[in-house]
């Protein structure tokens, strides 16, 4: 019998909560087996189910809270963590980079535009594009504010918006009240970025293929915002275009949305998430990643019910089919299936309640760890920290 079949094969699936469940309802109980007190008997229960007698990163949680949008994050313990002594202390992140690391990681492309800006608008290259409504921000500011090469800083929640997930990293801002803002994007964090796409933060997740390189990006944004102008802006901004595309021809960049490049990323897309951009997970030997058993649609059901429940009880019924949830992760991690955690971490993200914040923190930043991305993992702890639907990103100021 393989591993999968092994899994199908379990009565009960193991409660996550273990020895620390605290509910009370016979439902659960039916659903879920539970350790006795003797962890001889606990490490018992794991071996049937075919998974190692592994610790795992899914904590007992304290009674929820319902949080609201408006709810300072910052007071809440999830930018906390707990240490040896019992206290808790804020969290220092780990990856402060030099400004000269930082430019290293970022494609020709990037550089190339700003070269382009340059003879846009010389004394300030950002904002070549400011009468479109369109800024260069995020690593952008690291030229524009002509920072020293050997500075140190940390750019985890700068110009990152509340729907970005940690593989993103804006460099293009709208002045639209959608909170509009285009992004390199990158599935490992030791790469360069493929692909760029956009998304509308007040509107919701979805994120939406730009093309292979900024220039790319923003010759659609061009051809979309050329219709909405007066026609002396219209003529100059036409001008301007020919010569990005010109100049993007003389650099060899492609300004078609869909390339080699894009078509390349989409076929090692596992699994299309709540954002409809999809995850890139390796897989070899079919061990790397597994589904989820329910389709995005049932579990975005789901999520809304908890959140949408009206007393405590009512929230923690409905909260077993999430709990399920997690269980498979757990089981999925044993067996170094860790795309579905993954998985599960951004649509939890993508679903946008900060509810669930202490979910996606028992999950994700484990799944970056074992998926060797701990940058990813520390982003996420930080955004969840600071995770905010306004347009004040800037956090180098």
């Not at 020895?19 to 007190?37: G, I, V």
């Not at 804020?90 to 970022?106: A, G, N, T």
């Not at 990293?169 to 490992?188: A, E, M, N, P, W």
Request: with cysteine.
């Amino acid at each position: 019998m393989n591993r999968r079949s092994k899994r199908k094969s379990v009565e009960q699936p193991m409660c996550k909560y273990g020895l620390s469940c605290y509910q009370k309802n016979p439902e659960h109980r039916k659903k879920f087996r539970h350790p006795e007190a003797k962890l001889e008997q606990k490490q018992a229960n794991i071996s049937d189910v075919g998974v190692s007698p592994k610790v795992t990163n899914i904590k007992p949680p304290a009674k929820k809270r319902r949080v609201s949008e408006d709810t300072d994050l910052n007071k809440d313990p999830v930018c906390l963590k707990e240490v040896s002594n019992g206290h808790k202390e804020k969290l220092e992140p780990k990856f402060s980079e030099s400004v000269q690391d930082i430019l290293k990681s970022m494609p020709k492309d990037f550089f190339d535009f700003w070269d382009f800006c340059s003879s846009v608008n010389d004394a300030k290259p950002e904002d070549a594009f400011a009468e479109l409504g369109l800024h260069l921000v995020g690593v952008y500011d690291l030229l524009s504010k002509k920072l020293p090469k050997d500075k140190k800083v940390v750019l985890h929640c700068h110009y990152r918006y509340y729907y970005d997930p940690p593989e993103l990293q804006t460099v293009v801002k709208s002045d639209d009240k959608d909170l509009y803002h285009i992004g390199y994007f990158r599935d490992d964090p030791e790469q360069f970025p493929s692909v760029l796409v956009s998304n509308s933060a007040t509107i919701g997740p979805k994120l939406t293929l730009k093309g292979d390189n900024i220039f790319a990006a923003m010759n659609l944004e061009i051809t979309e915002r050329l219709k909405k102008l007066k026609p002396k802006l219209q003529k100059e901004f036409s001008a301007i275009q020919k010569n990005l595309q010109k100049f993007a021809k003389q650099k060899n960049y492609s300004l078609e949305k869909s390339t080699p490049n894009t078509t390349a990323r989409n076929k090692k897309v596992v699994s299309k998430t709540f954002n409809e951009f999809g995850i890139v997970v390796p897989v070899k030997n079919d061990i790397g990643y597994r589904p989820l058993p329910d389709s995005n649609a049932v579990i975005k059901s789901n999520l809304t019910k908890i959140v949408s429940a009206e007393d405590e009880d009512t929230r923690l019924n409905r909260e077993e089919k999430l709990d399920e949830l997690l269980t498979n992760v757990q089981f999925a991690n044993d067996e170094c299936d860790y795309g579905m955690g993954f998985e599960l971490g951004i649509d939890l993200f993508s679903f946008g309640d900060p509810y669930f914040h202490s979910h996606i923190l028992n999950i994700l930043p484990l799944a970056y760890s074992l998926l060797n991305c701990p940058k990813y993992a520390e982003i996420i702890q930080f955004h969840l920290a600071d995770r905010k639907k306004s347009d004040d990103l800037n956090t180098l100021d």
